[in-house]
């Protein structure tokens, strides 16, 4: 069985600072895929990066930030000096590989970590 | 990308009610589509898997006679929430797959609120 766990429950930060949110998953699967999505107050879920499990590469999109590593586990997202619009709640998902390798399916989401920004 | 919506995105019923939201694809043809159901201040968790021209497949603990899904054209499924009741007052998000290719993106739906009173 598939398991993401989030352990931060709220990160409450002040403007600028930078902010790392701990994602630790568990699979059986040799091949998988890894999200992080934003969910604003509005509910929508924003898509932020997907990940394939074999592309341990780290990745940098404007102030943010992802940290893969297979040994531990884990896929860290960091956001760089932190604005009062990245208040929301993220989700760290994972993915089964369904067709080949070449798809996936259905999402095992994290508990989320709310995290609010003051100015 | 590729835009899926949902209607209504917000609905308030009395209990003993049946519920109908629907899931569009409005750009591309989705055979697969999930639903997730989102409680206040918790995580989504996948109700079900929707196929087109075939049953749902339920997760465990997901009563299927309760959640009605129908997934009867490549852009359209829909969830009925039968007799619904407050424990039944949720947030609803579907997703539908676009192959581009031989890989497939999922596209979340904005959500449905579902208010029981």
């Known amino acids: 069985a598939q398991k993401v766990t989030q352990a931060q429950t709220e990160i409450s930060v002040v403007e600028k600072e930078d902010v790392t949110l701990d994602c630790v998953y568990e699979?059986?699967?040799?091949?998988?895929?890894l999200f992080w999505y934003k969910q604003p107050p509005s509910g929508e879920l924003v898509f932020l990066i997907r990940?394939?499990?074999?592309?341990?590469q780290n990745e940098i999109s404007g102030r943010y930030s992802w940290n893969f590593q297979k040994s531990t586990s884990s896929f860290n997202f960091t956001i760089t000096a932190s604005q009062v619009v990245d208040s929301a709640v993220y989700f760290c998902?994972?993915?089964?590989?369904?067709?080949?390798?070449?798809?996936?399916?259905?999402?095992?989401f994290g508990q989320g970590t709310i995290l609010t920004v003051h100015p | 990308g590729a835009v899926v919506s949902q209607h209504p995105s917000r609905v308030i019923c009395k209990s003993g009610t049946s519920v109908k939201i629907e899931c569009r694809s409005l750009d591309f043809q989705a055979t697969t589509m999930f639903w997730y159901r989102q409680f206040p201040k918790q995580s989504l968790m996948l109700m079900a898997t929707s196929n087109e021209g075939s049953k749902a497949t339920y997760e465990q603990g997901v009563e299927k006679d309760k959640f009605l899904i129908n997934h009867a054209s490549l852009t359209l499924s829909t969830l009925t929430v039968t007799s619904a009741h407050p424990e039944d007052s949720s947030f609803y998000i579907c997703?539908?797959?676009?192959?581009?290719?031989?890989?497939?993106?999922?596209?979340f739906g904005p959500g449905t609120r579902l208010t029981v009173l």
């Open positions: 699979t059986r699967d040799t091949t998988y895929y």
């Open positions: 990940r394939n499990s074999f592309d341990e």
């Open positions: 997703s539908a797959l676009d192959w581009t290719d031989s890989y497939n993106e999922q596209f």
């Open positions: 998902a994972l993915s089964e590989v369904v067709a080949g390798g070449t798809s996936y399916g259905k999402l095992t």
